[in-house]
């Protein structure tokens, strides 16, 4: 209901968008994104694995050959490795999402019966990495720090309640420890990047733009639509990026409050489908997706992955849609 409504707001806001055209292919390719959302997240642990691969396979070995072919090409001004993308932050989730992947393939018991998994995993961890320095992107890197952070104590306590290592009435006030713990480290981690370039440039963006949403706040400017106007950009070096660097805020300003209410319903059932599924059937296939919804939940607060038709978006769209099943489901 929460995909529905979100798509609803973009097709609908065709209406009154300062830029109709656009906004109404623009909607109408993003209503095909959610039937491949529907694809993925009916794939089992393995596949979805096997999906991640190929396509961080893909996307990394490539952009490291651009990188060793013409240097030039393959990295942009500041010398950041750009690959076969148009900028770092689309190259590095995908090497983090390599990273993942290439993990879960190298859990014991997880490869027993694909050799070939076995030789790939550790090779696509090290040059997923390796391509996650490369392009020096600090919000991917602190994304995956953090969503595999979360995702091995989240999955050590479900286990050990699972096992009944210690009572249940215990079991939520280790919950509520690590939480605090998991909240302390975060707050510390924004504490100490909040006077990095990158992140003051963004927090410039979000002020400048709040004023436009303000503007236009129950249906916004349009799907898709705000950066499409020159005039909307005009006389700001940062507006004429092209992006508000956060979802959340380019939801509003695209569709208002029309679209961001299903868009913050769609981010919950996110969040709670992967610590559902992680507690009721803690594996390495439910931390493997965790990982990836923190991932790119996180990811979500520092790009526009809501634009662009971005696997991103798809794999959140997916995560929303996901259904946690317990061990005797799962045979």
């Known amino acids: 209901m929460a995909i529905a409504w979100y798509s609803a707001a973009a097709v609908g806001s065709s209406l009154w968008s300062v830029y109709p055209g656009a906004t109404l292919w623009r909607s109408a390719v993003y209503l095909g994104l ?13 596949e979805l694995s096997a999906v991640l691969a190929l396509l961080a396979s893909v996307a990394v070995v490539g952009s490291l050959a651009v990188v060793v072919v013409d240097h030039g090409i393959g990295t942009d001004g500041d010398g950041n490795w750009i690959g076969l993308y148009t900028n770092r932050n689309s190259l590095a989730p995908m090497a983090a999402l390599g990273v993942i992947a290439g993990l879960y393939w190298l859990v014991p018991g997880v490869t027993a019966a694909s050799g070939y998994r076995r030789a790939w995993g550790p090779v696509l961890v090290a040059v997923s990495l390796a391509t996650l320095v490369g392009a020096g992107s600090r919000t991917a890197a602190l994304a995956l720090v953090a969503a595999l952070t979360l995702v091995t104590v989240f999955g050590l306590v479900a286990g050990a309640s699972r096992s009944h290592c210690w009572p249940p009435s215990r079991t939520w006030s280790v919950v509520a420890c690590g939480g605090l713990v998991a909240v302390g480290a975060g707050l510390a981690v924004v504490a100490a990047a ?29 799907f898709f639509a705000f950066w499409e106007v020159p005039e909307m950009v ?98």
């Not at 959610?34 to 393995?46: C, K, N, Y």
């Not at 963006?205 to 349009?222: A, C, F, N």
């Not at 004429?240 to 300003?253: D, I, Y």
């Open 194 to 222: 909040w006077n990095v370039s990158t992140f003051v440039q963004r927090r410039e963006i979000w002020g400048l733009l709040w004023d436009r949403v303000l503007e236009r706040p129950w249906g916004g400017y349009g």
């Open 234 to 331: 005009a006389g700001n070096v940062l507006l004429q990026r092209g992006s508000a660097h956060n979802s959340l805020v380019e939801t509003a300003l695209g569709l208002g409050v029309a679209g961001t209410v299903p868009f913050v319903m769609i981010a919950v059932l996110a969040a709670v489908n992967a610590a559902r599924g992680l507690w009721l059937r803690p594996s390495a296939g439910t931390g493997m997706w965790a990982a990836v919804t923190i991932f790119i939940l996180l990811e979500n607060i520092t790009e526009s992955f809501v634009l662009w038709f971005s696997h991103i978006w798809v794999l959140l769209l997916a995560a929303a849609l996901r259904r946690p099943t317990a061990a005797s489901e799962t045979g």
């Open 34 to 46: 959610i039937l491949l959302a529907m694809v993925l997240a009916r794939l089992t642990d393995d």
